[in-house]
């Protein structure tokens, strides 16, 4: 009796998990680059997202930086996929993504952020933080939750 | 004019805000009496002190129930947290220089149970005044 009593609130504890729904400071960068006697772009992309949780880490954490392009009939732009195995509480989760695009693939991109392919040449490059909550969202596919307490406890098991 | 009976009320109030009373002393004295002093002879130790400091730390952990790990604790207790969350999960060796870290969170226990304690006081006096009204309540009864 007392054992479910102790179970139920932890679901019930457990289910009240907060779930990162925003990026922190996503920045892109994108770099003409030659390879194999082709010019090709190199996009990097950098953001975090904070688990806001005291004591449930988020593991396994599998979702998608998604660019938009408010002005545009056909939304949804481009889908970045990441995954972060472990989001300690109070911690933030970053978010790397490196990926290689052709001329064609890349340049809605920086149309989207506001560049052209000439001025990505002039400059050799280009680096865009993205403050408009609009122009990229975080959408969280899969997740799982659990206490840090029981990791914790049972981190010295796994070393033995 | 015929004095409403109010016995029932009182006698409810005092036996409700007893059991609060109760509850809470329990919690409180729980922590000050057993989990506090083995913090604080877990940080005390001389030896070993990597796996003393990680008990110490996953006792406190576990907050006590006026003590809570929310958004809006300070800097200093969200960092210590994050530390040793982190060092603990990666198997690296917490080193003597990070007490004072693990006293901030043991400081902030005691703080909970002090904060516990004196809100079993409170219940405490009004299940009392509770009790007094009941019995003059009782007293006063016709019959």
């Known amino acids: ?160 | 004019m015929k004095k409403i009976d109010d016995s029932r009320l009182y006698l409810f109030s005092a036996i409700v805000t007893l059991i609060v009373g109760l509850i809470l002393g329990a919690v409180s004295y729980y922590s000050i009496l057993f989990v506090e002093p083995t913090v604080e002879r877990l940080l005390s130790s001389k030896g070993d002190i990597d796996k003393n400091y990680k008990e110490a730390y996953i006792i406190l952990r576990n907050p006590q129930i006026f003590a809570g790990y929310s958004n809006f604790d300070t800097d200093r207790v969200k960092n210590s947290l994050t530390f040793f969350d982190n060092k603990i999960f990666s198997g690296e060796k917490i080193d003597p220089d990070r007490k004072i870290y693990l006293e901030v969170l043991l400081d902030r226990r005691k703080e909970g149970s002090i904060l516990g304690r004196n809100t079993m006081v409170f219940f405490m006096l009004l299940s009392l005044v509770a009790w007094v009204l009941f019995f003059n309540e009782r007293k006063a009864a016709p019959g």
């Open chain 1, 1 to 160: 009796m007392l054992t479910t009593g102790i179970l139920s609130a932890c679901l019930i504890f457990l289910g009240c998990a907060k779930i990162p729904d925003k990026l922190l400071s996503p920045t892109i960068k994108i770099e003409p680059v030659i390879k194999d006697n082709k010019e090709v772009y190199n996009l990097k992309l950098n953001a975090g997202i904070l688990n806001d949780n005291s004591d449930i880490a988020l593991m396994d954490v599998r979702g998608a930086v998604v660019l938009y392009d408010p002005a545009s009939k056909e939304t949804q732009r481009i889908t970045f996929p990441f995954e972060i195995p472990v989001i300690l509480p109070f911690e933030t989760g970053v978010i790397e993504i490196q990926k290689v695009y052709s001329e064609n693939e890349i340049m809605p991109i920086v149309t989207l952020l506001g560049s052209d392919k000439e001025k990505l040449i002039n400059d050799k490059g280009m680096e865009r933080s993205i403050l408009d909550d609009k122009k990229v969202k975080l959408d969280i596919s899969g997740y799982k939750k659990e206490s840090i307490l029981d990791i914790l406890k049972r981190k010295p098991d796994e070393k033995n």
